[in-house]
């Protein structure tokens, strides 16, 4: 990549107008679903809005592995299964029916038909007109997207405060600013509907944000032209050597020999992260940093169409249903089976093969301690014994699959770890012999 300033400005070529002055939270969000209040028609006071936080665990209720371990179980059923203790991030349904939502500074909105709900002190719910397509925040200001308008809230407030008209345009918004472009034309809007600059490209706009204060438009030909409001300075066209460029919220995304990159505004290209997108069509929803939270959002892929984050904590939008899931902790969930695999191994010509307790087939490496994935054409030459674990060849122990971490007067609970998030439980009834 090369080192030039991505969004350099350089030099005055067309333009007319003029300018006026101007991602840790935990919100528990099924208590404020029920919660309202109502609208203000008419502005007050310059108040600061106030968040409410409650602060608890996100997680469903963690299954404690030490706990169960310490108590041996009563039931025939469970003695006579297994308990798998699986490790999983927890995911939590936090409303139905929602059309879009946001998330910002701890704040979070839901947009469900002709209301957004909100965890904002004294304005929970907004009453808002039907058929919003999109709700997006910025600075102290909601903007509900309609098929040709734009309406415009002040949250400090909880009231209305105008609308624009915005039929065929996209648009971006940064605080009390809005950017609205449409073939080679844009302009940049004031919350009053009030006009502060326009101007025309050479080339056709395809993506356009605005954010502190500048303009970053994309025309056809794939070049980036960067727009200082307060300097009235738009600059040359510059070439972006990817094959393709995604503007987000916080952030541009780059695609390059099939390689995506996360880039913040106003950064060098040098300083551009390698990230993982998960996509929908030709369009990328979300890029992570982190590879093993995009594996689980890529299960999921076929139903999320929006993602939002803070920190570790994600917001996602499944069909109709707003969820979130911690990310940066697993917890261990419990589930029992009351039909328990015969464990059993045997031996091949180069090692062994397990009957695992969990139903699989594993391939057992005694000289490299290891276990792999089982050969296609593994055979079983001679069954081994097994007696509380352990896995005997002419009376000599070869392989501990499990251990004893508790018993009574009739049974043993064994532990087998198969790795960090799948532990299984089992029960041996007690004999003076291995069988």
Same mark, same amino acid.
């Given at each position: 990549m090369s080192n030039m300033n991505f969004f350099k400005i350089k030099e005055v070529f067309y333009f007319k107008g003029k300018i006026s002055i101007k991602c840790l939270f935990v919100i528990i969000l099924i208590v404020l679903l029920s919660c309202s209040t109502k609208n203000k028609s008419m502005l007050s006071s310059n108040t600061d809005t106030?968040?409410?936080? !409650?602060?608890?665990?996100?997680?469903?209720?963690?299954?404690?592995?030490?706990?169960?371990? $310490?108590?041996?179980?009563?039931?025939?059923?469970?003695?006579?299964?297994v308990v798998h203790f699986k490790r999983i991030y927890s995911v939590k349904t936090v409303s139905d029916n929602v059309t879009d939502f946001y998330i910002l500074n701890n704040e979070i909105f839901i947009l469900k038909n002709s209301v957004v709900k909100t965890n904002i002190k004294n304005c929970y719910e907004l009453l808002v007109e039907d058929n919003a397509k999109e709700i997006r925040v910025s600075g102290n200001y909601i903007y509900l997207i309609y098929q040709n308008r734009i309406d415009i809230?002040?949250?400090?407030?909880?009231?209305?405060?105008?609308?624009?008209?915005?039929? $065929?345009?996209?648009?971006?918004?940064?605080? $009390?600013?809005?950017?609205?472009?449409?073939?080679?034309?844009?302009?940049?809007?004031?919350?009053?509907?009030?006009?502060?600059l326009s101007g025309y490209l050479f080339k056709k706009i395809e993506q356009g944000k605005i954010f502190n204060r500048k303009l970053y438009l994309l025309n056809s030909d794939n070049e980036l032209v960067v727009v200082d409001i307060d300097n009235k300075i738009i600059g040359n066209p510059v070439k972006v050597d990817f094959?393709?460029?995604?503007?987000?919220?916080?952030? !541009? !995304?780059?695609?390059?020999?099939?390689?995506?990159?996360?880039?913040?505004?106003?950064?060098?290209?040098?300083?551009?992260k390698i990230c993982y997108p998960l996509k929908k069509g030709d369009y990328p929803i979300f890029c992570f940093d982190n590879k093993k939270v995009f594996s689980f959002f890529d299960k999921l892929h076929d139903s999320v169409n929006k993602i939002m984050s803070d920190n570790e904590?994600?917001?996602?939008?499944?069909?109709?249903?707003?969820?979130?899931?911690?990310?940066?902790k697993k917890v261990y969930f419990k589930e029992i089976f009351l039909n328990r695999p015969k464990l059993k191994?045997?031996?091949?010509?180069?090692?062994?093969?397990?009957?695992?307790?969990?139903?699989?087939?594993?391939?057992?490496?005694?000289?490299?301690? $290891?276990?792999?994935?089982?050969?296609?054409?593994?055979?079983?030459?001679?069954?081994?014994?097994?007696?509380?674990?352990?896995? @005997?060849?002419?009376?000599?122990?070869?392989?501990? !699959?499990?251990?004893?971490?508790?018993?009574?007067?009739?049974?043993?609970?064994?532990?087998?770890?198969?790795?960090?998030?799948?532990?299984?439980? @089992?029960?041996?009834?007690?004999?003076?012999?291995?069988?």
């Open positions: 106030k968040v409410v936080k !409650i602060f608890k665990n996100l997680n469903e209720k963690e299954d404690n592995l030490l706990k169960f371990e $310490s108590n041996m179980p009563k039931s025939d059923f469970i003695l006579n299964g809230y002040d949250k400090r407030q909880c009231g209305k405060i105008g609308k624009i008209d915005a039929a $065929s345009y996209q648009y971006d918004f940064d605080n $009390s600013f809005i950017l609205l472009f449409l073939n080679r034309h844009f302009r940049v809007l004031d919350v009053t509907g009030k006009e502060i094959e393709e460029v995604y503007f987000f919220n916080d952030c !541009i !995304i780059l695609e390059k020999n099939k390689k995506y990159y996360k880039l913040q505004y106003g950064d060098y290209l040098d300083n551009a904590i994600y917001f996602f939008k499944s069909n109709n249903m707003l969820k979130y899931a911690d990310l940066g191994a045997c031996k091949t010509d180069n090692g062994y093969i397990l009957f695992d307790i969990d139903g699989n087939k594993r391939f057992i490496d005694t000289n490299k301690y $290891s276990i792999e994935k089982l050969p296609e054409k593994a055979e079983c030459d001679k069954e081994l014994t097994y007696k509380y674990g352990v896995f @005997y060849e002419n009376g000599n122990p070869i392989i501990t !699959i499990a251990k004893v971490v508790n018993e009574n007067e009739k049974y043993k609970m064994l532990k087998r770890e198969i790795d960090e998030d799948n532990i299984y439980y @089992y029960f041996d009834k007690k004999v003076d012999t291995a069988k």
